[in-house]
């Protein structure tokens, strides 16, 4: 396609080949140097000389890495739509043999945020250039976000950096490898879960273990935490919440006839109910005391706060389905299940609607190409995605009211 821009405002432009390239090329590149959330300093000056290469102004967050950059038509009024992107890596290692593997030890891009940010920055190109036409009907805003794996996620800190700021509705999109590339997931209502991190301590005097009924069995009394409090507040929360406590950790003891002084468990605790999570600290800490007291254990717990459900909004959930369908058709959209996965885009959603769709990323039409799930060090993605999901934001954009 020679002309970047459709001559219809009502419709979204699609990628020319010199763009499609450039961002593949791109999201290799973020691929190859992954940063964990908020040290993005390498990820964050890519994308803002790319955005100041296109004549646009982008800002700086508040926290040091990230950024926010506006666009808009002369003329053009209204609220703002924002398009969020999440920009960090995880600590884990990259475990592909392809030519864009991490060169980082221990570092990769094994969630997609090098799509999401791709998918963005592609969309505010072409929208930049709608823009110059005075084709844009209203303001967009760019907001790339660090530490989105780092509870309770950088949402927060970009929101106290003012980028929903004149925002009246904020649409983001998540890789799901079950999908194939050329569809969306899309979900009205709560579309991931609530996630809290939970760190507990058990301490006793210690002693041997002949002699366990003059001290505190500490090993025990774990045990019984682990195993029983997620039992407990199974009956003390609707079950229709879907509230559930794992442990990820558990650590007590080096010797095989030393009952230990201490204890310590890890864990989680995800909900798929916005009512049961703000609920759910107090009913944590109460039901560990609890079973921690029954076995002469001195709790000392650390409920660290996570993210809330991410609640997408009905008309912001249908303006996905339907710029999807404008450029791809109806069969490119389908319904997704709630997830148990936590995302800090919840937070921009407790402050405006918004919504976030499932991006298909897994090979079309191959049987052999089994999905690896994310958080997976050979987690991959078919990169047919990012056209689709360039498209996609930008149709939505004009299509937004």
Request: with cysteine; aromatic share 2%; glycine share 8%.
């Amino acid at each position: 396609m020679s002309d970047l821009l459709s001559p219809e405002p009502a419709q979204s432009p699609s990628l020319d080949e010199a763009l499609r390239v450039e961002l593949i090329a791109f999201r290799r590149d973020l691929h190859m140097h992954p940063e964990l959330g908020n040290q993005e300093v390498r990820t964050t000056a890519v994308i803002r000389e790319r955005l100041e290469r296109a004549g646009l102004a982008p800002r700086l967050l508040d926290s040091g890495t990230g950024l926010m950059c506006d666009i808009g038509s002369p003329g053009a009024d209204g609220p703002i739509l924002a398009l969020r992107a999440d920009i960090d890596a995880l600590p884990i290692p990259d475990t592909k043999t392809v030519p864009y593997r991490s060169t980082i030890p221990g570092r990769a891009h094994a969630c997609g945020h090098d799509v999401h940010t791709t998918v963005v920055l592609g969309a505010g190109l072409l929208l930049a250039r709608l823009a110059e036409r005075g084709l844009l009907p209203r303001p967009v805003r760019l907001i790339f976000q660090p530490a989105e794996e780092v509870l309770p996620g950088g949402a927060p800190d970009a929101i106290e950096s003012g980028v929903l700021e004149g925002v009246a509705r904020i649409l983001a999109l998540h890789c799901d490898p079950r999908l194939e590339a050329g569809r969306i997931g899309v979900r009205t209502g709560a579309i991931t879960s609530a996630c809290d991190r939970i760190e507990v301590k058990l301490a006793g005097p210690g002693g041997h273990t002949a002699r366990p009924h003059l001290t505190t069995d500490l090993v025990t009394a774990a045990a019984k935490v682990a195993t029983e409090v997620p039992a407990l507040i199974a009956r003390r929360v609707d079950t229709r919440a879907g509230l559930a406590i794992t442990w990820g950790r558990l650590e007590t003891g080096h010797a095989p006839n030393v009952i230990p002084q201490t204890a310590e468990l890890s864990g989680t605790m995800r909900c798929l109910d916005l009512d049961a999570w703000h609920a759910a600290p107090d009913l944590v800490l109460a039901a560990v005391d609890e079973v921690a007291t029954m076995y002469r254990a001195k709790p000392e717990i650390q409920y660290v706060r996570g993210v809330p459900p991410v609640v997408n909004d009905a008309a912001s959930t249908a303006l996905l389905a339907e710029a999807m369908t404008a450029r791809f058709g109806a069969d490119a959209v389908t319904g997704t299940e709630q997830s148990l996965g936590g995302e800090d885009f919840s937070w921009y959603l407790q402050r405006v609607p918004g919504a976030m769709a499932r991006l298909g990323v897994r090979p079309p039409g191959d049987p052999s190409a089994a999905p690896r799930d994310i958080h997976q060090g050979d987690f991959d993605v078919d990169e047919h995605a990012i056209s689709v999901g360039v498209e996609l934001l930008t149709q939505a954009a004009l299509l937004s009211q």
